[in-house]
């Protein structure tokens, strides 16, 4: 389907920015970025599966609604803050492993939710 790969087509756009921020030290914008990698690649699968957007931007309901195993789950769930922490001025000091953290997890759903649109 030709707008779940517009999706992830995002998603791998927002990873690879959200590693140029970590390696430049703009551990916010990465953080921030990592969450929305991970969420374009979870809603690339839901519109593979269900042929339509889900407009919700918690990374757990959605990844639960795709099928996501509890390992992938996890990183949801450490993910999902950084939407808020980076958008609300939330008085948060990003460290370079927090930040590299949220790449990592980023990086396992983006990589899981590929395989996904294999399927």
């Given at each position: 389907m030709?707008?779940?790969?517009?999706?992830?087509?995002?998603?791998?756009?927002?990873?690879?920015?959200a590693k140029f921020n970590l390696e430049n030290n703009r551990l916010e914008t990465s953080a921030f970025l990592s969450h929305q990698a991970a969420e374009k690649?979870?809603?690339?699968?839901?519109?593979?599966?269900?042929?339509?957007l889900i407009k919700i931007h918690d990374l757990v309901d959605l990844g639960r609604k795709v099928g996501a195993n509890n390992n992938l789950l996890k990183c949801c769930d450490a993910l999902n803050p950084h939407y808020i922490e980076t958008r609300y001025m939330v008085d948060v000091e990003y460290s370079k492993k927090m930040a590299r953290d949220a790449f990592k997890n980023s990086e396992k759903i983006v990589k899981w939710a590929k395989k996904s649109l294999k399927k």
């Amino acid at each position: 389907m030709i707008e779940a790969k517009k999706w992830m087509e995002k998603s791998e756009k927002d990873l690879s920015d959200a590693k140029f921020n970590l390696e430049n030290n703009r551990l916010e914008t990465s953080a921030f970025l990592s969450h929305q990698a991970a969420e374009k690649a979870l809603k690339s699968v839901h519109i593979h599966l269900f042929n339509h957007l889900i407009k919700i931007h918690d990374l757990v309901d959605l990844g639960r609604k795709v099928g996501a195993n509890n390992n992938l789950l996890k990183c949801c769930d450490a993910l999902n803050p950084h939407y808020i922490e980076t958008r609300y001025m939330v008085d948060v000091e990003y460290s370079k492993k927090m930040a590299r953290d949220a790449f990592k997890n980023s990086e396992k759903i983006v990589k899981w939710a590929k395989k996904s649109l294999k399927k």
